[in-house]
């Protein structure tokens, strides 16, 4: 849930309250795509397995669409409304790409059988 939080307000703080220094070419994209990977991955986990550690499918893609789909797509459209954000296609791409990589990544940990998930 924390980080949840903290992603709806780092992408919805008005723009003049951000940092002016770019870090370096495409330094935001690769922020959107961190944040999603990581909120996505983090929610892969809530709810999906029993108690034997086996996933339950229908609750992982749900966490799926939300986190890595609608979430990202829709915390896009709400930047229209802040001062000084504005809604990128680019930003887009790189929320979903991140979310793809953070679910991809806690499947991966699960049939390797890590202690991570």
């Known amino acids: ?5 903290f992603v709806s307000v780092a992408l919805l703080t008005p723009g003049n309250n951000l940092p002016k220094v770019p870090l ?3 330094a935001d994209k690769l922020i959107h795509f961190s944040c999603f990977s990581v909120l996505t991955f983090l929610w892969a986990r809530v709810g999906t397995l029993d108690e034997k550690k086996c996933i339950k499918w229908g609750k992982l ?4 669409l939300v986190f890595s789909i609608f979430f ?3 915390i896009e459209y709400l930047q229209m409304f802040v001062p000084n954000r504005s809604f990128e296609l680019e930003d887009i791409l790189a929320n979903l790409f991140g979310g793809l990589i953070g679910f991809s990544g806690f499947i991966i940990l699960y049939k390797a059988k890590s202690s991570l998930v």
Do not use: C, Y
């Open 1 to 5: 849930m924390l980080w949840l939080l």
């Open 24 to 26: 370096f070419p495409f």
């Open 72 to 74: 990202p797509i829709f």
């Open 61 to 64: 893609l749900t966490n799926m």
